[in-house]
């Protein structure tokens, strides 16, 4: 059922102001709006909502993650915009910040301000070229969420009308 459908993204802050110059600014993406409930992106074509909240408790573990093809060049740039790497006990770590997973994706984890962590991922094994054939979101680039919501529309009539 719900396959098809485009994919909405949320992470937490308490600070939106904090949170917006770093999505747009540090990562990047495409700022889309701002209301008293949540800063949205455009994070390449999966709309992300950075929902404001009183109180913040970070997860333990990888709330949003991107799929990059040149994960060193990804975490260099990263670092010129102060972004720091996160470390962990126990995992073999570059210089870099970067794991090597036992099937060849390699990893960096890094947090936004509200201390929530994101990631990269430069998958091994020519995945990043398959998930490019197989239409995946990160590796496809797609239209903004509101130019597909008209195309949506239009192919939903389509359907009804054949019928």
Do not use: C, H
Not at 116 to 124: A, D
């Amino acid at each position: 059922m719900l396959g098809p459908r485009d994919l909405m993204a949320f992470v937490a802050t308490a600070n939106p102001a904090r949170a917006k110059s770093f999505y747009a600014d540090t990562l990047g993406l495409r700022f889309v709006s701002e209301d008293p409930f949540a800063v949205v992106f455009d994070a390449g074509g999966t709309m992300l909502r950075v929902a404001v909240v009183q109180e913040l408790r970070p997860a333990a573990y990888t709330v949003l993650g991107w799929i990059v093809p040149d994960i060193a060049g990804a975490a260099r740039a990263l670092a010129g915009k102060g972004v720091t790497f996160r470390r962990f006990e126990g995992m073999s770590q570059d210089d870099q910040g970067i794991w090597s997973s036992p099937n060849g994706a390699r990893i960096a984890w890094f947090a936004d301000p509200d201390g929530n962590t994101l990631s990269l991922t430069e998958f091994g094994g020519g995945r990043n070229k398959a998930a490019k054939r197989s239409g995946s979101k990160s590796a496809k680039p797609r239209k903004p969420p509101t130019a597909r919501a008209g195309k949506t529309a239009r192919a939903g009539k389509k359907k009804k009308s054949r019928r």
